[in-house]
Antibody
Framework: EVQLVESGGVVVQPGGSLRLSCAAS????????MHWVRQAPGKGLEWVSL????????YYADSVKGRFTISRDNSKNSLYLQMNSLRAEDTALYYC??????????????????WGQGTLVTVSS | SSELTQDPAVSVALGQTVRITCQGD??????ASWYQQKPGQAPVLVIY???NRPSGIPDRFSGSSSGNTASLTITGAQAEDEADYYC??????????FGGGTKLTVL
């Protein structure tokens, strides 16, 4: 059974930093690209970032580019999101999500077939 | 960056058919995927690609695409289909994008 479990969400002051983690199990982690998606309270979904199966390629939403860094440790089946210079508008539930396409398909599909339950980040003084 | 536009709310009578649409330039190049989200729960993938359903998704859910518009159709809507629905795609720069979401009410 595929499981994605996020952790690391806390209350942090504006300008602060935070590192989110996502522990994956139930599938061959290093075969798949992974994403972070967030949802502000009462709002819609927002795609945040993608990392390729080997960590060699990363992509970011304009809203977080230059402040957030996505990474992964395939030896630990773990995905991370380093969040710096946090702003009030970064307050959200952060989900990690698995891309549906394995690396041997040749490309990322941006179809998210498994999601974690999310970890809540609150940026407030 | 690209944008996807959805109607904020749609309603359907129980057992009837409803279409939820998503518009955006990126849909001319990339297929959308669709997610169902119920209150307090993580999103669930219901349609992806040309018209593919993950295992466990009822066949009353279907997808289609034409030009810059993707559609999710629910044929014979059930009470349990009441939820928020989001479309998603990507652009050529590798940026992902979600629509604003459609709240589906089953009357």
């Amino acid at each position: 059974e595929v499981q994605l479990v996020e952790s690391g969400g806390v209350v942090v002051q504006p300008g602060g930093s935070l590192r989110l983690s996502c522990a994956a199990s139930g599938f061959t982690f290093d075969d798949y690209a992974m994403h972070w998606v967030r949802q502000a309270p009462g709002k819609g979904l927002e795609w945040v970032s993608l990392i390729s199966w080997d960590g060699g390629s990363t992509y970011y939403a304009d809203s977080v580019k230059g402040r957030f860094t996505i990474s992964r440790d395939n030896s630990k089946n773990s995905l991370y999101l380093q969040m710096n210079s946090l702003r009030a508008e970064d307050t959200a539930l952060y989900y990690c999500a698995k891309d549906i396409a394995p690396f041997y398909s040749g490309s990322y599909q941006y179809y998210f077939d498994y999601w974690g339950q999310g970890t809540l980040v609150t940026v407030s003084s | 960056s690209s944008e996807l536009t959805q109607d904020p709310a749609v309603s359907v009578a129980l057992g009837q058919t409803v279409r939820i649409t998503c518009q955006g330039d990126s849909l001319r190049s990339y297929y959308a995927s669709w997610y169902q989200q119920k209150p307090g729960q993580a999103p669930v993938l219901v349609i992806y690609g040309k018209n593919n359903r993950p295992s466990g998704i009822p066949d009353r859910f279907s997808g289609s695409s034409s030009g810059n518009t993707a559609s999710l159709t629910i044929t014979g809507a059930q009470a349990e289909d009441e939820a928020d629905y989001y479309c998603n795609s990507r652009d050529s720069s590798g940026t992902g994008v979600f629509g604003g979401g459609t709240k589906l009410t089953v009357l």
